[in-house]
C-alpha cells in the first residue's frame, strides 16, 4: 500500500516561504507515475497547486505558478513544495498525492495544515 | 476552461440510495474522477475512470458519465457515507485537474 506523509512548518510568517516535504512508503516515485500537490482552505474545495511529472518536467496551476516550486529527492523517495511570499489567503490544509497520467490523484497524504500569520 | 458544478449539499435517510452530480458542458467525453473526503480526513478515490471502483471500497457506491452529467451513486446509504464528495477530470487543453466544487452528503 503506497502511503504519502507531508511534513513542515504549521506556522508560516506572511511574506516568507512555506516549505513543505511529502515522504513517499511502498513505492518508488522514480518508479513512474506523478506527484502532486493540492491544497484546501478551511470550509472551502480543492485546488490543485502543480505536479511534478515522471518525465522531470514541473506544471504549476497558473495562479500559483510565479511562487512555487516542486522538486524531487529521488535518493530519499521525496518531493518537496515551495511557496514564497505567502499571504493569509495562503492558509490551508496541504496534501501530497500521486497522480496517474491525466487521471486520477490515487493516493493522499494525510494532509497537513499550514497557517499563515505573524 | 471547465468548471465542474456540484449541487452543494444533499441528504438522504439511511438505507436510501442518493446521486450526487458533477455538470459541465460534454463532460462524457472526459474521464471523471470521484473523492470521498470525512471530516478532518484526507480525501479518499472512491471511483476512477467514470466506473471503476479501487478495492477496498463498497460496492454500494456506482458512478456513470454520459453527456453533460457525471454522477456518484451510492445504495443502501450508511451513517458512515456522511462526507464532503468531489468529482475532477483532466482539461488536456491547459493540463491540469479540474475539481468540482464538492457535494456535501448529510445521512439524516
Known amino acids: 500500500q503506497v502511503q504519502l506523509q507531508e511534513s513542515g512548518p504549521g506556522l508560516v510568517k506572511p511574506s516568507e516561504t512555506l516549505s513543505l516535504t511529502c515522504t513517499v512508503s511502498?513505492?518508488?516515485?522514480?518508479?513512474?507515475?506523478?506527484w502532486g500537490w493540492i491544497r484546501q482552505a478551511p470550509g472551502k474545495g480543492l485546488e490543485w497547486i502543480g505536479n511534478?511529472?515522471?518525465?522531470?518536467?514541473?506544471k504549476y496551476n497558473p495562479s500559483l505558478k510565479s511562487r512555487v516550486v516542486i522538486s524531487v529527492d529521488t535518493s530519499k523517495n521525496q518531493f518537496s513544495l515551495k511557496l514564497n511570499s505567502v499571504t493569509a489567503a495562503d492558509s490551508a490544509a496541504y496534501y501530497c498525492?500521486?497522480?496517474?497520467?491525466?487521471?486520477?490523484?490515487?493516493?493522499w497524504g494525510q494532509g497537513t495544515l499550514v497557517t499563515v500569520s505573524s | 476552461s471547465y468548471v465542474l458544478t456540484q449541487p452543494p449539499s444533499v441528504s438522504v435517510a439511511p438505507g436510501e440510495t442518493t446521486r450526487i452530480t458533477c455538470v459541465e458542458n460534454?463532460?462524457?467525453?472526459?474521464?471523471v474522477h470521484w473523492y470521498q473526503q470525512k471530516p478532518g480526513q484526507a480525501p479518499v478515490m472512491v471511483i476512477y475512470?467514470?466506473?471503476k471502483r479501487p478495492s477496498g471500497i463498497p460496492e454500494r457506491f456506482s458512478a456513470s458519465n454520459s453527456g453533460n452529467t457525471a454522477t456518484l451513486t451510492i445504495t443502501g446509504v450508511e451513517a458512515g457515507d456522511e462526507a464532503d464528495y468531489f468529482c475532477?477530470?483532466?482539461?488536456?487543453?491547459?493540463?491540469?485537474?479540474?475539481f468540482g466544487g464538492g457535494t456535501k452528503l448529510t445521512v439524516l
Open positions: 498525492a500521486r497522480h496517474r497520467e491525466s487521471g486520477p490523484f490515487d493516493y
Open positions: 475512470y467514470d466506473t
Open positions: 511534478f511529472y515522471r518525465g522531470g518536467s514541473t
Open positions: 511502498s513505492y518508488s516515485i522514480s518508479s513512474g507515475y506523478n
Open positions: 475532477q477530470m483532466w482539461d488536456n487543453a491547459s493540463d491540469h485537474p479540474v
Open positions: 460534454n463532460i462524457g467525453s472526459k474521464s
